[in-house]
């Protein structure tokens, strides 16, 4: 086993996300530790040829396990650094550098020659051109600034341990000690480090997973020598771009986090596939889709089916007790495409899920194997099985994941009108907003879940993929006294304040695909479980 | 605790410490829950508040902290504790300066020297002034500033020491992009904890929970200020009693929470930037001798080689003062309050202390210094230095502005006089 132990100094980690300059990156992507030991590696004058082959055993292993705390990201502000491009003497540098090369070629004629090229006052006198405000901003307190972020992020210990479940050969071990105890910093040049091996890894916190979001780079065979080169342009003075290979990560479960709690809501999946890969139902036909997949499904149960699997009370009344649920699923979250990729059937309990699961045997049985669901003006879809899909979207996993924030991926349904959300009265509106929001927790409450701690109401999407509430249909439902009512369609993000296991489903139209929430993971809030 | 002396300091240096950190704990002057100003940055246009803030988790409670002094800042602040010791002779070093004492007009500049200069031995000012006679980068001090680089530092260690330490990178010089570039060594900053920002984050949930009756927010007495917490500081009205808050066209009752979040933004006062309490401060400043011991010399300062032998601890001896120096800055700062903005002034609530880093996971050794040993300790490093073969210049660094420079920006201040007269 290899484990490096890297110690942040100053307890905050500086780095900007690859992915977005204005994001902190959490936990420290295992490649920045690898260029760091290479330049531990180039700043010393004989360089170690130990080291280095240290260094390209390192590059061949597989990306490695990480244990890292949670850690909590200041607000990216913007701070405004001076610049250094000013001036109102003309730019000299090929005069410096003759006066280098007469320096070193020496005697009286050379000298005449240096003594020459340093009459300046040609260049230091007169004004000319120049402008009295370059000459102002030369000066200290009126230099002009540039805008530069720093994100950074502080993590609850300090300590970030890389592990590799490998066999170490010997005397990599140490010559990599030897690299690790001149690595300073990890990240921006503020991100002071101590680094080192350990025999003590920790438990590990995150994992390579394929289903991981969170990208972190590693290196491949060749990173050393591609670096190696590299060097050789940019001096480390050049702006450049590294070479690198994005990783998947996936937090793993901690054990000493307090068990999270699941929302009250059917979490029997079986997933189907719908459309193909050219041609995918748009996330706004939502409700379209499941409804014909329920009827779909309802038209091939028995007629004593229970009232779990047909939703509906002996005397047609909607059923008040856990009953299946038909959700599409849309790919949104990283460069989510805002499409339905399959549809899933959540049934409360084995025997209800059994009951259902015949009726799709007899669904598919009947379509001569070319089941589709009819949705009306949203087209007919052909649907199949999922079971051995890889997209992301399709596993159950991804829903049924743990996190403390959640968002909408498809708006929910609010259970009571809030009034006008786009009232022009502002005290009406915020009133309406204020009732929205109480009406998520609302939601919340009534699927088991504890109030959130924060809560954001939009009709604006908040992830990559969703659609805004406005360009959905309208849901009607059967309201309380018997009378049709539509219900008002939003947007939520909501936090707790402890992990929360999905999946979570929310609002008035649940049981239909609508409020169907996805996992946020900000990385420095680590779900750890 | 040990007092650290030339030897300790120098063994760490060689390779025995990674780094020498410090964590003081301030209040605010007026005593913790006092309002203090942190930075303001900028933040886009629907951010309740212009502060680098973040929610920490500190032994499972949730803390919200606010960046009062940022890296950029605190290395600001240790050069200027530098050049007071400087200018009143308590510390002997190189400083290069540009001097506007002699410019007609222009002599309230006085000196600029690179611990003023934003971009240190490399910023434009020195560039665009003189020194022996000729521009500085054509002049030998700067074609040796020029053409240090990590690999060989002699030249910016002789003339500038603190362009090391604070970090360096010459992108606008001779070499062009090309121009070295030196990691700062030392850094610092300073975080505010549990501050209670006025302005609600986010959503309508309060995720400070300030809870209606728990916050009582008063008009304070200077407009600019915006609220208080604090009775003592509210307006009072025509009886007397303190005034609570009130914006007109904000939700909730006056002196709620929620009256500071909503309504039009007074012409005199900034919504966003009007101050947090804080329970106290905390300062961390690391000084990281990995990041020196990256510092090579295997020439001096006149590019002659240094005997092999005696190379590398000559080498150690360099670093030594540069991290001589480095505490120097730590020590001295301590001397000043910690008067970081208008209405930012913090105090330390304790003297300051030293912990030797070690890469072997074992205790920080405590270790302390005051003001003249320090200063004992930085004039020891540098005579040490100079023994070895690598001396600070002696000489003096004063550059003059070009002409061309101080005419124009007399000119400039002509114009303005005219255009306000």
Known sequence: MLAIEVTFLTGRFVATNPSDRNAAEWPPAPARLFSAMVAAWASEEARDTDEADALRWLEQQPAPAIAASMASERRVVTHYVPVNDVAVVRSHGDKALQIEELLRAAGPKAAMKVAKLREVSRLVTPVGATSTQSAVELLPEQRPRQPRTYPSVTPIDPVVTYIWDVDLPEGIATALDRLLGRVHRVGHSSSMVSARLTGRPGTATWMPAADGETRLRWVRAGQFDALERLYLEHQASRPRSLPSSAVRYRPVCGLDHSPAVSADVPARWTVLEVGTSQRRPSILQVAALTQAFRNALLANLPPDAPESATGHAPDGTPSRSPHAGFLALPWVGEHGAGTVLGLALAAPDRSTEDVLLDAMARWFAASAGRPEVVAGRAGRWGVRSASQATALTLRPERWAATATTWVTAVPLALPRHPGDLRASDPTMRARAWDRAEAGVIECCRHIGLPDPVQVTVDRQPMVVGARPASQYPALRQTGRDGRPVARVLVHAQVKFAAPVRGPVILGAGRFLGLGLMVPLYDNWEGEHG | ?421
């Open chain 2, 1 to 421: 605790m040990n007092s650290l002396d030339l030897q300790t300091l120098s063994e760490a240096v060689a390779g025995g410490a990674v780094a020498i950190r410090s964590r003081l704990r301030l209040h605010p002057a007026g005593g913790p829950g006092d309002k203090v100003m942190p930075a303001t940055y900028g933040v886009e246009d629907r951010a309740p508040h212009k502060y680098a803030d973040e929610d920490r988790i500190v032994g499972g409670e949730r803390r919200k902290t606010v960046l009062l002094s940022s890296v950029a800042a605190g290395a600001n602040q240790l050069e200027l504790a530098l050049r007071e010791a400087w200018e009143s002779g308590d510390l002997a070093l190189p400083i290069l300066a540009v001097d506007f004492s002699n410019a007609d007009g222009l002599e309230d500049l006085d000196r600029i020297t690179v611990l003023d200069a934003p971009h240190r031995a490399a910023d434009a000012i020195l560039r665009d002034s003189l020194l022996d006679g000729t521009l500085f980068r054509l002049s030998d001090v700067g074609l040796a500033v020029t053409n240090s680089r990590p690999g060989s530092a002699a030249g910016l260690f002789h003339y500038s020491p603190t362009s090391l330490l604070f970090g360096m990178w010459d992108s606008t010089g001779p070499k062009g992009g090309l121009g070295a570039k030196f990691e700062r060594a030392i850094t610092s900053e300073i975080v505010g904890l549990d501050a209670e920002i006025g302005v609600r984050v986010g959503s309508r949930i309060d995720p400070l929970a300030i809870e209606k009756k728990s916050a009582v927010l008063y008009e304070h007495v200077d407009p600019a200020q915006g609220w208080t917490l604090d009775e003592a500081e509210a307006a009072k009205d025509e009886k007397g009693k303190p005034k609570l808050y009130e914006r007109s066209g904000g939700e909730g009752e006056k002196g709620t929470p929620s009256k500071a979040n909503h309504g039009n933004i007074a012409p005199t006062i900034d919504r966003r930037a009007g101050g947090v309490t804080i329970s106290e401060a905390v300062e961390i400043t690391v000084l990281s001798l990995a990041a020196l011991r990256k510092l090579r010399f295997p020439v001096d300062h006149t590019g002659a080689p240094l005997p092999a032998e005696a190379r590398r601890d000559a080498e150690t001896a360099a670093r030594t003062a540069l991290a001589a120096l480095g505490l120097a800055a730590m020590v001295l700062r301590h001397e000043f309050d910690y008067d970081l903005r208008s209405r930012c002034l913090l105090v330390p609530v304790e003297p300051r202390r030293f912990e030797l880093l070690r890469r072997d996971g074992s205790e920080p050794e405590q270790i302390s210094i005051d003001r003249n040993g320090v200063i004992e300790l930085v004039r020891q490093a540098s005579e040490a230095s100079a023994r070895a073969g690598l001396p600070w210049a002696t000489r003096d660094l004063t550059l003059t502005p070009a002409p061309k420079l101080v005419e124009l920006v007399r000119l400039s201040r002509d114009r303005l006089a005219r255009l306000e007269s």
